[in-house]
């Protein structure tokens, strides 16, 4: 006989149950059985044959990544023999394989659910082996109905039945139940007193929804706040964010299609079992009863973040929307939490926001885990790029549920744990020459969140068996929470810390996301802490595992009063309007009187996000940030409207130093005030050029950039076999759609072959992938 250990995404997705069938179809005797995080399998037949026969039946979660066989007697085992096969009784073992994510209610569920001769009509919490929450079910390991969120509720005669029948597609399914015997949604007035449950819960919870109040509604992952369009205003008060962004949760396809424009990936990705939150153009000529949302969703953005129905609930509450005539069919679906704090898993956690009502369930979360944020690639053509979970193309923005977990291969087999930056955290372990990534944790500033972190420490460790670990890596920044916690955890584990320059990380995260020993990279974000201890922002670099050479950037300007210029990007435009023999009047005289004094002493820095917000502020008159990354994010608008870069009147000789900014902000002067007056942000005029002479200011850096990051590459030997240098686009300015564009035509221009992020999110919540594989080169 065969003993084969097999590992990968073997449980919660219905393995033991396809390979029961498989093995039945063909006549094998044999077991198997989890152990541990993997799962063994002993049979009578060859192993070839065998795992042919399996891979016909695995379902569309499934996955097998390693196979181990050993050819040995049943004797050994200390078993009898089986006379058929069979799934025998889990064990205890090493923990070395992959767990499945949540993924959206499958279509034969639906089906179910909205049938009324079925018995799992309008039950919630319906789900079978190919989908479901699975990744926030789990609490432990081996994957068992007794270590999950629905260990509480026992199995009625019916589903028992269900799930001892190897024919049906909830055989062995562990989180299987229904409305005799599960969990049960609930909704609660605003004294949190239960008014209704089941289907009668979502009913009021519709109806209060269409008469404009805003709900609590409990998920697979967390709290979500609802509403309907009509109280986006309110909400905005009530909730405390201006202008930041809210998600939209669309009905259905056809429904999406009214508000945006659907392309062909960004559908497929919308649609995928993931249902992540997809940032999408909004449609100029959409619906006028949907243009004042879109509006109020996301203000003063060309695009707004929807997503589509993926747990039960979801499409419950459309159906009761519907049926008590709740006239749209999107409404406002966003993460619910305190400013600042994580996604809330219980009521007591954001009762302070005293809704108008509360739909909430019994079950437990078992893993906090926040939707995911992608925006789909622009045509990529030759550019180096993986497909990501589920075949999307995109660029992740925010890991979490449908995404999470998702290993990367590294060409390292050292235990790590890395712990990011400040802002936009995610934490990684690795083991076996694998890295793992925890879901989107937050804002490391706040105590909740680095509560938050340290908890996923211990869960990240124990369910990917990675244990103790040699070494920590965090950020090369002094001052951030994460390195201090990374130094505790060192000293009282007794291994090294490692600090990582934070944009060798952005390029060494790009590397594991494409599968790549080293590059050219264009690195582009706000900030991050550079060896000589300046902000750094704006790099072309050369990177592999180990090292980096900087080879150019930005030529440095300043950003008066440091950290503060990041909410007013003001300061930063006259800065360099002053720095360019322009006046640029601020509206306050005191103010302007002091960055006269302090234009010679101010905090200097290479970074193109401060760049684009200066931008922002002296074009759009984006004086004030309200949330991260809001003066360039409402700054792509503008460059998206461009259809010609006036690149020409900013060219410049490429030398050896920086790339040259102040020079390129007088011409930006001179093209939109030829009279030379005296300016005041947001005065540009309002013509048809101002698109494309915006867009050619920041197309002619970006190409200084890439030609400097693929000279390097070149002369590194960073080469495809066609003898194109590697050139990557990585940090969070290249989430920016048209700049992304730009790196494009610039690597076309120049020859390079460009490598764009799929897996790894290109911001900050994928720097501690990068310093993962940089500290476990080392050992």
């Given at each position: 006989?065969?003993?084969?250990?097999?590992?990968?995404?073997?449980?919660?997705?219905?393995?033991?149950?396809?390979?029961?069938?498989?093995?039945?179809?063909?006549?094998?005797?044999?077991?198997?059985?989890?152990?541990?995080?993997?799962?063994?399998?002993?049979?009578?037949?060859?192993?070839?044959?065998?795992?042919?026969?399996?891979?016909?039946?695995?379902?569309?979660?499934?996955?097998?990544?390693?196979?181990?066989?050993?050819?040995?007697?049943?004797?050994d085992l200390e078993m009898e023999e089986?006379?058929?096969?069979?799934?025998?009784?889990?064990?205890?073992?090493?923990?070395?394989?992959?767990?499945?994510?949540?993924?959206?209610?499958?279509?034969?569920?639906?089906?179910?659910?909205?049938?009324?001769?079925?018995?799992?009509?309008?039950?919630?919490?319906?789900?079978?082996?190919?989908?479901?929450?699975?990744?926030?079910?789990?609490?432990?390991?081996?994957?068992?109905?007794?270590?999950?969120?629905?260990?509480?509720?026992?199995?009625?005669?019916?589903?028992?039945?269900?799930?001892?029948?190897?024919?049906?597609?909830?055989?062995?399914?562990?989180?299987?139940?229904?409305?005799?015997?599960?969990?049960?949604?609930?909704?609660?007035?605003?004294?949190?007193?239960?008014?209704?449950?089941?289907?009668?819960?979502?009913?009021?919870?519709?109806?209060?929804?269409?008469?404009?109040?805003?709900?609590?509604?409990?998920?697979?992952?967390?709290?979500?706040?609802?509403?309907?369009?009509?109280?986006?205003?309110?909400?905005?008060?009530?909730?405390?964010?201006?202008?930041?962004?809210?998600?939209?949760?669309?009905?259905?396809?056809?429904?999406?299609?009214?508000?945006?424009?659907?392309?062909?990936?960004?559908?497929?990705?919308?649609?995928?079992p993931a249902r992540p939150i997809v940032?999408?153009?909004?449609?100029?000529?959409?619906?006028?009863?949907?243009?004042?949302?879109?509006?109020?969703?996301?203000?003063?953005?060309?695009?707004?973040?929807?997503?589509?129905?993926?747990?039960?609930?979801?499409?419950?509450?459309?159906?009761?929307?519907?049926?008590?005539?709740?006239?749209?069919?999107?409404?406002?679906?966003?993460?619910?939490?305190?400013?600042?704090?994580?996604?809330?898993?219980?009521?007591?956690?954001?009762?302070?926001?005293?809704?108008?009502?509360?739909?909430?369930?019994?079950?437990?979360?078992?893993?906090?885990?926040?939707?995911?944020?992608?925006?789909?690639?622009?045509?990529?053509?030759?550019?180096?790029?993986?497909?990501?979970?589920?075949?999307?193309?995109?660029?992740?923005?925010?890991?979490?549920?449908?995404?999470?977990?998702?290993?990367?291969?590294?060409?390292?087999?050292?235990?790590?744990?890395?712990?990011?930056?400040?802002?936009?955290?995610?934490?990684?372990?690795?083991?076996?020459?694998?890295?793992?990534?925890?879901?989107?944790?937050?804002?490391?500033?706040?105590?909740?969140?680095?509560?938050?972190?340290?908890?996923?420490?211990?869960?990240?460790?124990?369910?990917?068996?990675?244990?103790?670990?040699?070494?920590?890596?965090?950020?090369?920044?002094?001052?951030?929470?994460?390195?201090?916690?990374?130094?505790?955890?060192?000293?009282?584990?007794?291994?090294?810390?490692?600090?990582?320059?934070?944009?060798?990380?952005?390029?060494?995260?790009?590397?594991?996301?494409?599968?790549?020993?080293?590059?050219?990279?264009?690195?582009?974000?706000?900030?991050?802490?550079?060896?000589?201890?300046?902000?750094?922002?704006?790099?072309?670099?050369?990177?592999?595992?180990?090292?980096?050479?900087?080879?150019?950037?930005?030529?440095?300007?300043?950003?008066?009063?440091?950290?503060?210029?990041?909410?007013?990007?003001?300061?930063?435009?006259?800065?360099?309007?002053?720095?360019?023999?322009?006046?640029?009047?601020?509206?306050?005289?005191?103010?302007?009187?002091?960055?006269?004094?302090?234009?010679?002493?101010?905090?200097?820095?290479?970074?193109?996000?401060?760049?684009?917000?200066?931008?922002?502020?002296?074009?759009?008159?984006?004086?004030?940030?309200?949330?991260?990354?809001?003066?360039?994010?409402?700054?792509?608008?503008?460059?998206?409207?461009?259809?010609?870069?006036?690149?020409?009147?900013?060219?410049?000789?490429?030398?050896?130093?920086?790339?040259?900014?102040?020079?390129?902000w007088k011409t930006l002067l001179a093209?939109?005030?030829?009279?030379?007056?005296?300016?005041?942000?947001?005065?540009?005029?309002?013509?048809?050029?101002?698109?494309?002479?915006?867009?050619?200011?920041?197309?002619?850096?970006?190409?200084?950039?890439?030609?400097?990051?693929?000279?390097?590459?070149?002369?590194?030997?960073?080469?495809?076999?066609?003898?194109?240098?590697?050139?990557?686009?990585?940090?969070?300015?290249?989430?920016?759609?048209?700049?992304?564009?730009?790196?494009?035509?610039?690597?076309?221009?120049?020859?390079?072959?460009?490598?764009?992020?799929?897996?790894?999110?290109?911001?900050?919540?994928?720097?501690?992938?990068?310093?993962?594989?940089?500290?476990?080169?080392?050992?």
């Amino acid at each position: 006989m065969w003993l084969i250990h097999i590992t990968g995404v073997v449980q919660g997705v219905g393995f033991r149950p396809s390979v029961k069938r498989a093995a039945d179809r063909m006549g094998c005797r044999g077991f198997i059985r989890n152990d541990g995080s993997h799962v063994t399998i002993g049979i009578d037949m060859d192993v070839e044959g065998f795992l042919k026969g399996v891979k016909e039946e695995l379902g569309p979660m499934a996955r097998i990544e390693g196979v181990d066989p050993r050819e040995m007697d049943w004797a050994d085992l200390e078993m009898e023999e089986p006379v058929e096969f069979i799934i025998a009784p889990s064990r205890e073992g090493s923990m070395d394989s992959s767990l499945p994510p949540d993924t959206a209610t499958c279509r034969e569920c639906l089906d179910e659910m909205f049938d009324q001769d079925e018995r799992r009509y309008r039950f919630p919490f319906t789900n079978c082996t190919d989908c479901g929450a699975r990744y926030t079910a789990i609490r432990s390991l081996p994957y068992d109905r007794e270590r999950t969120a629905m260990e509480p509720f026992d199995l009625c005669a019916s589903c028992l039945d269900e799930y001892t029948d190897p024919t049906f597609r909830r055989f062995h399914a562990q989180t299987i139940s229904c409305g005799e015997d599960g969990p049960a949604y609930m909704y609660l007035g605003r004294d949190m007193k239960e008014c209704a449950s089941g289907w009668d819960a979502f009913l009021l919870a519709a109806r209060e929804i269409k008469k404009g109040g805003r709900i609590i509604m409990k998920g697979w992952g967390g709290m979500h706040i609802c509403c309907g369009p009509s109280r986006l205003e309110g909400l905005r008060e009530w909730y405390g964010r201006p202008f930041k962004p809210f998600a939209l949760m669309v009905r259905d396809l056809n429904s999406a299609d009214l508000i945006v424009r659907s392309s062909g990936e960004g559908r497929r990705t919308l649609s995928s079992p993931a249902r992540p939150i997809v940032l999408m153009e909004k449609r100029p000529d959409a619906p006028e009863w949907a243009r004042k949302g879109l509006d109020l969703a996301s203000p003063g953005l060309g695009n707004v973040g929807i997503y589509l129905p993926y747990s039960g609930a979801h499409h419950l509450l459309f159906s009761a929307l519907s049926e008590v005539g709740f006239p749209h069919p999107w409404v406002v679906m966003t993460s619910g939490n305190l400013p600042g704090e994580p996604m809330a898993l219980e009521l007591e956690d954001i009762s302070d926001l005293e809704a108008d009502g509360y739909l909430v369930h019994n079950r437990e979360i078992a893993a906090r885990c926040d939707d995911s944020v992608v925006v789909p690639h622009p045509p990529a053509g030759s550019a180096v790029r993986r497909p990501g979970p589920f075949d999307m193309f995109s660029f992740p923005i925010r890991k979490g549920r449908g995404l999470i977990p998702d290993p990367l291969d590294i060409p390292f087999t050292g235990k790590v744990m890395s712990l990011g930056a400040e802002r936009n955290v995610s934490l990684s372990v690795t083991r076996g020459g694998r890295v793992f990534t925890s879901p989107y944790i937050g804002n490391t500033r706040h105590p909740s969140v680095m509560n938050y972190l340290r908890e996923s420490n211990g869960r990240m460790r124990y369910l990917f068996g990675v244990g103790d670990i040699e070494a920590v890596g965090v950020d090369l920044h002094p001052r951030y929470n994460t390195g201090r916690y990374g130094s505790e955890v060192a000293r009282e584990e007794g291994v090294d810390l490692v600090r990582v320059q934070h944009h060798h990380a952005h390029g060494a995260s790009l590397l594991v996301d494409a599968d790549l020993p080293s590059m050219g990279c264009v690195v582009v974000d706000g900030v991050g802490h550079g060896d000589d201890g300046k902000p750094w922002g704006g790099e072309a670099m050369w990177v592999d595992h180990r090292g980096y050479v900087r080879t150019s950037h930005l030529e440095p300007f300043g950003i008066p009063g440091g950290d503060s210029s990041v909410y007013h990007p003001e300061r930063i435009a006259g800065w360099l309007c002053r720095e360019a023999g322009w006046e640029l009047a601020l509206g306050d005289e005191r103010l302007e009187t002091i960055l006269e004094r302090t234009h010679g002493s101010s905090l200097m820095t290479s970074s193109m996000g401060r760049l684009l917000d200066g931008l922002s502020a002296l074009l759009l008159g984006v004086t004030w940030r309200t949330y991260d990354g809001e003066p360039a994010i409402r700054l792509e608008k503008l460059l998206g409207r461009s259809r010609d870069p006036a690149t020409e009147p900013f060219d410049r000789p490429i030398s050896g130093g920086g790339i040259e900014i102040t020079s390129r902000w007088k011409t930006l002067l001179a093209e939109l005030w030829p009279e030379g007056t005296i300016l005041s942000p947001g005065s540009a005029p309002d013509h048809g050029s101002l698109p494309d002479i915006a867009m050619g200011f920041v197309e002619s850096v970006a190409f200084d950039l890439v030609v400097k990051a693929a000279d390097i590459a070149s002369a590194r030997g960073s080469t495809d076999d066609e003898g194109r240098p590697y050139v990557g686009i990585t940090g969070g300015v290249s989430y920016n759609v048209p700049i992304v564009k730009s790196f494009l035509r610039s690597c076309e221009r120049v020859g390079a072959r460009p490598v764009l992020h799929s897996r790894v999110p290109p911001g900050d919540g994928g720097i501690s992938v990068g310093q993962a594989v940089v500290v476990a080169s080392q050992l």
